[in-house]
């Protein structure tokens, strides 16, 4: 089978590397892809929004199956596309991927058709917005309404945090036009739990559960990034847990998407808070996660092209979707200065990290030499499985730390969290 991956990230890639693993897969070809994606994968300069760029592609290079993995290609009808012209996808159609792409057709989803989560209100005037901020109940989440690559979302602590929140997405255009609308939603208390599940509109099948580390210091200081690590499974995540996530959450979501006329086939991301209430649904988001899917997919046992394919021909209901009993931890190496201003182009020593783990590449790119540069803000990600997960954790920062460019930085501290809930449970 000739298949074609859309994006070009450490999501994508560890996309590509589990595909690979079915003898039926004959070529891979990723658009755009990256220096590292490019020793697994065929990869042409196409960008993963050009649509039309996508299309054109295709009808010259026919493929048989195609993964569309970034949510702007989704939001952009990227599937729609090429479902027209007679390919199977895995991803969402734009109005399912309309449950990450607008936090309020999400937030009125969730209303609607009684999905616990957080009470909110929607503002389009920056004026009202503020206005509500200054007498609502403190701390508040301020959430831009569209896509705006994991960085949109400010948890306000005091009212200054929430206006401030609130002028930088409105009146500044931090975001641009994703946040020309915002939800003001109330702080939920809890912990956090990802889960990534496959369906394909009938039947929910969810994933390993995980638990990201999303701002960029140790101990959970500074702004948001895209995420500095993950762990799986994650500890909060019991098997009660996940039977009400079922019952009250992951099936009442597929049901909903499907009277609204726009079922959901793919892969759902729920992001969940564990409230002393039960769990509440955060946000979802209409694709794997980044790095989430560096530590779920290397615990896959099941063939993921066979999944992926049951998703697109609604036959999900009859194929197993099994993963080991292990743990694992990623560690995102990153650009000095990122979430905010970070130099390129810095020369990379991977030392023998390759030897130690799977090193998923985010943003890197070869030079006119072919060497190894940097080329974004999350460079790396390093995983790695084992039995345990503090072993996972130990066998991942050994091979974080063969690594080395001018200004990289890191959290010391992922799955540090999820080792304290262990040891507590255990005591």
């Known amino acids: 089978m000739k298949i074609l991956v859309v994006g070009g990230g450490g999501r994508e890639h560890a996309i590509i590397k589990k595909l690979k693993e079915n003898p039926q897969v004959a070529e891979i070809t990723c658009l755009p892809g990256n220096a590292g994606i490019a020793r697994d994968a065929r990869c042409v300069p196409v960008k993963a929004t050009d649509i039309d760029g996508i299309v054109s592609y295709v009808r010259q ?23 027209a012209l007679g390919v199977k996808c895995f991803g969402p159609e734009a109005a399912a991927a309309r449950i990450e792409a607008s936090k309020v057709f999400a937030k009125d989803l969730m209303k609607k058709y009684g999905i616990p ?13 503020l206005a509500y901020v200054k007498t609502c109940p403190i701390p508040v989440v301020v959430k831009a309404d569209g896509l705006a690559l994991g960085k949109g979302v ?10 401030a929140a609130v002028k930088s997405a409105m009146i500044d ?25 496959f369906t394909d509109g009938h039947v929910v099948k969810p994933m390993v559960s995980s638990m990201d580390h999303k701002r960029v210091g ?43 006329g726009c079922p959901f086939k793919g892969c759902l991301y729920f992001g969940l808070m564990v409230t002393k209430d039960g769990p509440k649904v955060i946000e979802y988001n209409c694709r794997f996660g980044d790095p989430e899917t560096q530590v779920v997919l290397p615990l896959l046992k099941s ?6 394919l049951a998703v697109e021909n609604e036959t999900l209901a009859d194929t197993p979707v099994e993963f080991s009993d292990g743990a694992a931890c990623c560690v995102m190496l990153a650009s000095g200065g990122y979430p905010g201003k970070y130099e390129k182009g810095k020369a990379i020593d991977l030392g023998s990290a ?21 080329a974004g803000g999350r460079v790396l990600g390093i995983s790695c499985t084992a039995d345990d997960l503090p072993t996972a954790i130990e066998k991942a920062y050994a091979a974080a730390d063969q690594v080395k460019w001018d200004g990289m930085i890191l959290r010391r501290d992922i799955g540090q969290r999820a080792l304290g809930i262990l040891k507590k449970e255990k005591n």
């Open 173 to 197: 255009g931090a975001f641009g036009a994703s946040g020309s609308r915002i939800v003001v939603e109330e702080f939920l208390e809890g912990p956090e739990v990802s889960v990534l599940a």
């Open 154 to 163: 400010v948890i306000a602590f005091t009212r200054d945090e929430a206006e």
């Open 354 to 374: 390759e030897a130690m783990a799977q090193v998923y590449h985010s943003g890197t790119a070869l030079d006119e030499d072919d060497n190894l540069i940097t």
């Open 61 to 83: 290079n026919p493929v048989d199956f195609a993964v569309v993995a970034p949510d702007d290609p989704l939001a952009l009808g990227c599937v729609d596309r090429l479902h």
């Open 117 to 129: 989560t957080a009470a909110y209100e929607v503002f389009d005037d920056a004026d009202k917005a």
């Open 218 to 260: 140790d101990g959970d200081v500074g702004p948001n990034t895209g995420g500095m690590g993950t762990i799986a499974p994650n500890p909060c995540y019991t098997p009660e847990v996940a039977e009400r996530c079922m019952k009250e959450i992951f099936l009442p979501t597929i049901q909903a998407m499907n009277a609204e």
């Open 303 to 308: 063939d993921l092209l066979t999944v992926m």
